[in-house]
């Protein structure tokens, strides 16, 4: 059977911009030289978040904020250190077989939820079917459902829970079978939707699940004690944690501030103990000792939605899609260490034989005025003569905001193209591409793990999505699925590359912008505080404050 992907239509993975803001009681006193430490001698991070928090339910949500915030209240079997390689956490240790599809889980003693309860190996079978079962799956199951034995069955409601993969050995031993070999399977665990559940606490909350603070029960190294989906949350040490010894941070606020003045303002006045810097600041704080830069797998692109016009034109989105110059926004615009884009993969993700997939596969798109001139003279001629009036949606953060801007000035500038620019909370823009509402989009995601699947799987799928610009292409579709099962890695990453010049060079899905870098300050006694390329990418847990 093939692989089940139409549920892949999670959201661009986005990382998180680290600051705090006024509003929750202060913790620290309000000055340049803030010390580490609250007039309680707590240890308190003040951080803040791009946008609004869509969804903290781990089986539902899709999105790199909330993301980012569960990583740190929430662990699995394994969690991602310092260096993004996946370490034993909640499990203690796994045994491998020698074909690489059994995964023997033995889990640590004393790991406990935030009540007092043991977690145990059922807790991670309840969590895993309920993140596949047709009536509570989310947009992420396929994350499940396309490694482990049975799931995709169970996931479309023609397997028992006891066909699939995942067994309870007894407390403390969990044995997970796969399809197929899977090397990064290991990091996958690190990943939300493998964090597990306690039944009993989800039959007593019920529909409130996720909704507050007090309806979420955690085993990661913070707890939550203030949560507000606009506003942001409030973090303090799980005193159940296993590992708390190495957990040094006491309390953190995390408020949500989606304008970088704001947050260039708190910073310099000592209430934030990081900040991610707009480009219009970032030669003032190049030489500071508080400044750096961090990239990550994160591409951002122009989606066209294939199901709208005019975008239901393969000559008028190439025309869009050879129109603007990503070198230009990247340099002139962002000008905080991120990287123009011409491919949808973003450099450094793993290939084979120990080259990058990038520099296998080169570059796809290059930016063409001329030409995009006469693909747009031949869509115009297609469709009537006149292109309908044109929104392009964004995003109400600054980021977001300036890049839907940019594209708006290239469009009118190279092929005198008028467009409008609708501009929405970051949950709203979510909503606005799942129900179908918008012409093309401001877009980007995250890796999830580092191979290119985590990005070309996206736009496979049977019927076409919305999300996902309505792109359905039998041929794209054929590859990726091949890859999916392919055990040859030459082979494999030939069926990817290929799938990849399609979906850009063939089929115009996508307009590639840039892969995202960020320029920071960070106050200097702030150390270790990790940012993951992938997956889950806020990681505070290792966060140290210098003496």
Request: hydrophobic share 35%; proline share 4%.
């Amino acid at each position: 059977m093939k692989r089940n992907f139409w549920k892949k239509w999670g959201i661009l993975f986005v990382l998180v911009l680290l600051l705090s803001a006024c509003g929750f009681s202060k913790s620290s006193e309000s000055s340049s030289s803030q010390s580490e430490s609250d007039r309680s001698g707590k240890k308190v991070l003040n951080l803040s978040l791009e946008n609004d928090i869509p969804d903290l339910n781990q089986v539902t949500t899709t999105d790199g904020i909330s993301f980012d915030i569960l990583n740190n209240v929430m662990e699995g079997l394994y969690r991602l250190d310092a260096d993004n390689n996946p370490q034993p956490a909640m499990a203690e240790s796994v045994d491998i077989s020698d074909d690489k599809l059994t995964y023997t889980f033995h889990l640590r003693d004393g790991i406990k939820w935030s009540n007092g309860e043991e977690v145990t190996a059922h807790d991670f079978v309840f969590s895993w079917l309920r993140a596949l079962h047709p009536d509570t799956a989310g947009s992420y199951s396929f994350i499940i459902s396309d490694y482990i034995k049975g799931a995709e069955a169970y996931a479309n409601g023609e397997a028992t829970e006891e066909e699939v993969g995942i067994k309870a050995l007894n407390d403390k031993t969990l044995i997970v079978e796969l399809n197929d070999p899977t090397p990064f399977f290991l990091g996958l665990t690190a990943f939300a939707t493998y964090f597990p559940l306690n039944e009993d606490f989800i039959n007593e909350v019920g529909d409130q699940f996720a909704l507050d603070h007090e309806s979420i029960l955690y085993n990661g190294p913070f707890v939550l004690t203030e949560y507000d989906q606009a506003v942001g949350v409030k973090m303090e040490k799980n005193e159940h944690y296993w590992d708390i010894e190495n957990v040094e941070v006491d309390e953190i606020s995390m408020r949500v501030i989606k304008e970088k003045s704001t947050e260039l303002n708190l910073y310099e006045s000592g209430e934030l103990d990081r900040i991610t810097l707009s480009s219009n600041d970032v030669d003032e704080f190049r030489d500071s000792e508080e400044y750096g830069t961090v990239t990550e797998f994160t591409s951002w692109y122009l989606q066209f939605n294939l199901g709208k016009e005019p975008f239901d034109n393969f000559n008028i989105r190439k025309a869009f899609q050879l129109a603007y110059d990503p070198k230009l926004l990247a340099t002139n615009v962002l000008n905080n260490g991120s990287e123009p884009a011409y491919s949808l993969l973003p450099p450094g993700m793993h290939g084979v034989d120990g080259q990058p997939f990038r520099d296998l596969a080169g570059e796809v798109i290059e930016p063409d005025f001329e030409k995009a001139k006469e693909y747009l003279e031949k869509g115009l001629e297609e469709i009537g003569g006149e292109l309908p009036p044109i929104e392009l949606l964004t995003a109400d953060d600054t980021v977001a905001k300036d890049t839907a801007t940019f594209v708006q000035s290239q469009l009118k500038e190279n092929l005198g193209v008028d467009v409008s620019i609708v501009t929405k909370p970051y949950s709203g823009r979510l909503d606005s591409m799942r129900e179908d509402d918008y012409q093309f989009v401001i877009s980007k995601w995250g890796a999830d793990y580092n191979d290119a699947m985590t990005y070309l799987a996206l736009w496979v799928g049977e019927p076409a999505i919305p999300f996902r610009g309505n792109y359905h292409n039998p041929e794209y579709m054929n590859l990726v699925y091949k890859a999916q099962e392919e055990k040859d890695e030459h082979k494999r990453i030939e069926m990817l590359m290929e799938a990849e010049r399609i979906l850009l060079e063939e089929d115009a899905v996508l307009g590639p912008l840039y892969y995202e870098g960020s320029a920071y300050l960070q106050k200097s006694y702030i150390k270790n505080l990790v940012l993951h390329p992938y997956g889950a990418r806020l990681d505070l847990k290792y966060v140290t404050f210098d003496e």
